[in-house]
C-alpha cells in the first residue's frame, strides 16, 4: 500500500511541477506580450507628441504670417485712404477751377453785352 501511495504522491508532483513550470511559461508569455503591447503604445504615443509639436511649429508659423498680413494690410488701408483723399481733393480744385473759369467767362459775357 505505501508503494501506491508513493506512486501516486510522486504522479502529483510530478503533475504539480509541470502544471506549476506549464504556468510559469503561460505567465511569462503573458508578460512578455504585455510587454510588447507597452512597447507599441509608448511608441505610437511618442509619434503622437512629436506629431503635435510640428503641429504647433506649424501653427506658430501661420500665426506669425497672419500678423504679418494684418499689419501689411491695415498699412494698405491707412495708405489707400490717404491716396483716396488726396484724389478727392485734386478733383475738387480742378471742378473749382473750370466752375472759376465759366463764371469768369460768364461775367465777361455779361459785361461786353451790357455796354
Known amino acids: 500500500m505505501t508503494i501506491i501511495i508513493?506512486?501516486?504522491i510522486t504522479?502529483?508532483?510530478?503533475n504539480y511541477n509541470n502544471n506549476?513550470?506549464?504556468n510559469?511559461?503561460?505567465y511569462d508569455d503573458k508578460i512578455g506580450h504585455l510587454r510588447e503591447e507597452v512597447?507599441?503604445?509608448t511608441q505610437i504615443m511618442r509619434n503622437s507628441c512629436e506629431k503635435v509639436?510640428?503641429?504647433e511649429?506649424?501653427?506658430n508659423n501661420i500665426e506669425s504670417q497672419s500678423n504679418d498680413l494684418n499689419t501689411d494690410s491695415l498699412t494698405f488701408y491707412r495708405s489707400s485712404r490717404k491716396l483716396k483723399n488726396k484724389l478727392w481733393w485734386k478733383n475738387f480744385k480742378f471742378w473749382?477751377?473750370?466752375g472759376s473759369i465759366l463764371i469768369i467767362i460768364i461775367l465777361i459775357i455779361v459785361f461786353s453785352v451790357k455796354k
Not at 11 to 14: A, L, Q, S, Y
Request: net charge negative.
Open 96 to 98: 473749382l477751377l473750370i
Open 39 to 41: 512597447d507599441q503604445v
Open 24 to 26: 510559469n511559461d503561460n
Open 11 to 14: 504522479n502529483n508532483n510530478n
Open 57 to 59: 511649429s506649424l501653427i
Open 6 to 8: 508513493n506512486k501516486i
Open 53 to 55: 509639436l510640428e503641429r
Open 20 to 22: 506549476n513550470n506549464s
